[in-house]
């Protein structure tokens, strides 16, 4: 769904820190902070916790792209090209 890294640039893109983003998206800082530091290939929490969070940066403006989507958007991104 959001990999940890997307969610540090996401936040990096929008200026924000981890406290911010919990504030906006309704859930815990500690939450952000484990999510944030996940080694996963994707963050591991409640459905419903991480919809908020993706929720919330959707609000914000932000477009998280897949592995093989699209961007839908218009603006300016960043996307992480395969390992050579």
Same mark, same amino acid.
């Given at each position: 769904?959001?990999?940890?890294?997307?969610?540090?640039?996401?936040?990096?893109?929008?200026?924000?820190?981890?406290?911010?983003?919990?504030?906006? !998206? @309704?859930?815990? &800082?500690?939450?952000?902070?484990?999510?944030?530091?996940?080694?996963?290939?994707? +963050? #591991?929490?409640?459905?419903?916790?991480?919809?908020?969070?993706?929720?919330?940066?959707?609000? !914000? @403006?932000?477009? &998280?792209?897949?592995?093989?989507?699209?961007?839908?958007?218009?603006?300016?991104? +960043? #996307?992480?090209?395969?390992?050579?």
């Amino acid at each position: 769904m959001i990999s940890a890294a997307q969610l540090r640039a996401a936040r990096a893109l929008l200026g924000i820190d981890q406290k911010k983003l919990a504030e906006m !998206a @309704g859930v815990s &800082l500690p939450t952000i902070q484990r999510m944030e530091a996940s080694k996963e290939e994707h +963050v #591991r929490g409640v459905v419903s916790t991480l919809t908020k969070i993706v929720e919330a940066l959707d609000a !914000a @403006g932000i477009e &998280l792209i897949g592995n093989g989507q699209p961007s839908q958007g218009n603006g300016r991104g +960043v #996307r992480l090209k395969e390992p050579r």
